[in-house]
């Protein structure tokens, strides 16, 4: 199994939006037997929570289950555990590096808009204080991104 973690600060926004379109792409393509997926949040403030309800409610608009429940990034199986592992914005990533402060795992640290094939954004941004507008446009880049994530996997990874 190739195993990919999305991860933003609360868990209950970005990376459960990016979990949901990552998981539909998968799904989508057949290859849900061998890609596995998750989601963490860098700190544990809603642990045990569902996504934000404007998350699910935007997902199911254009039909993502955003179905994650929410949990903290944990640095000594995480890493291991995972081959990618998709911060969303620099601040994630800063947060992740601190956590791995020998660079061991660096190369499994990635940014989701690395993977962008149609937008211009260079994070996903935190909807968290926002509007509807905030949870529209994180899901327009995490699905646009799922799409270049899977075609760079199964490039890579000849999957
Ligand atoms: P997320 O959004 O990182 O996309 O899940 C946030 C959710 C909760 C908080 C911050 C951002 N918070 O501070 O509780």
Redesign the pocket.
């Known amino acids: 199994m190739l195993k990919v973690l999305f991860v933003?600060?609360?868990?209950?926004?970005?990376?459960?939006?990016a979990e949901a379109a990552f998981i539909a792409e998968v799904k989508c393509q057949g290859l849900t037997s061998v890609i596995a997926v998750d989601s963490a949040?860098t700190?544990g403030?809603?642990a045990g929570e569902t996504?934000?309800p404007r998350?699910i409610k935007h997902g199911k608009q254009r039909g993502l289950d955003v179905a994650s429940i929410?949990r903290k990034f944990d640095p000594k199986s995480d890493f291991l555990t995972f081959d990618y592992i998709i911060a969303?914005d620099d601040s994630?990533i800063q947060d992740l590096k601190l956590l791995d402060p020998t660079g061991q795992y660096s190369d499994k640290i990635f940014k989701m808009t690395d993977f962008k094939l149609n937008r211009h954004e260079n994070i996903?941004p935190?909807?968290?204080h926002g509007g509807p507008e905030a949870f529209e446009l994180?899901l327009d880049i995490v699905q646009d991104c799922s799409k270049g994530l899977l075609k760079h996997v199964r490039h890579k990874h000849k999957l």
């Open positions: 933003c600060l609360g868990n209950i926004c970005r990376s459960p939006s949040g700190i403030h809603h996504a934000d998350t929410s969303m994630n996903v935190d909807p968290y994180v």
